[in-house]
């Protein structure tokens, strides 16, 4: 068995960019309770082969939105002094957090290069940045009904 593969050029289609740029800039506008609907609706509409490379490291379009959504998420903590997180941590975010960090340990063990130590690597940012995203996104009972 090998790892590795993947594109070794960026496969983004100038529509997709374009829909990606404006979920993020829906992202950083829209009040809080109204961005979970470009995220989710970018999300699950654009095709996951199309991916950006920067360097040796891929960015599937689910970790661009991630970043958007971490971008209004921190600056959001800057500007308003807030909580970002409603009631704090909890038990699920730890299970969660360990849940992550094991999976990508064991697949780092498993194969034993570098390709697979930043595969696992993007794997715990989009893993771990759409829950957090979600977390600040959802904060009760409202949000998650709307």
Same mark, same amino acid.
């Given at each position: 068995?090998? $790892?590795?593969? *993947?594109? /070794?050029?960026?496969?983004? %289609?100038? &529509?997709?960019?374009? #829909?990606?740029?404006?979920?993020?800039?829906?992202? $950083?506008? #829209?009040?809080?309770?109204?961005?979970?609907?470009? &995220?989710?609706?970018?999300?699950?509409?654009?095709?996951?082969? +199309?991916?950006?490379?920067?360097? &040796?490291?891929?960015?599937?379009?689910? !970790?661009?939105?991630?970043? $958007?959504?971490?971008?209004?998420?921190? /600056?959001?903590?800057? %500007?308003?002094?807030? =909580?970002? $997180?409603? !009631?704090?941590?909890?038990?699920?975010?730890?299970?969660?957090?360990?849940?992550?960090?094991?999976?990508?340990?064991?697949?780092?063990?498993?194969? +034993?290069?570098?390709?697979?130590?930043?595969? +696992? %690597?993007? =794997?715990? @940012?989009?893993?771990?940045?759409? @829950?957090?995203?979600?977390? &600040?996104?959802? !904060?009760? =009972? *409202? =949000?998650?009904? !709307?």
């Amino acid at each position: 068995m090998a $790892f590795g593969g *993947g594109v /070794s050029e960026t496969a983004l %289609s100038p &529509f997709i960019a374009i #829909l990606l740029i404006l979920a993020g800039i829906l992202i $950083f506008v #829209l009040p809080r309770h109204r961005v979970i609907v470009p &995220f989710l609706v970018a999300a699950m509409l654009i095709p996951n082969n +199309q991916v950006l490379l920067i360097g &040796f490291l891929h960015f599937p379009t689910l !970790r661009i939105l991630v970043l $958007f959504g971490l971008i209004r998420m921190c /600056s959001t903590k800057i %500007s308003s002094k807030t =909580d970002i $997180f409603s !009631r704090g941590w909890n038990k699920i975010d730890v299970v969660l957090i360990l849940l992550a960090v094991i999976t990508a340990v064991n697949g780092v063990l498993l194969w +034993q290069n570098t390709a697979a130590l930043v595969k +696992q %690597s993007g =794997d715990l @940012y989009t893993t771990l940045g759409v @829950y957090f995203l979600m977390r &600040f996104l959802i !904060r009760d =009972d *409202g =949000d998650a009904a !709307r």
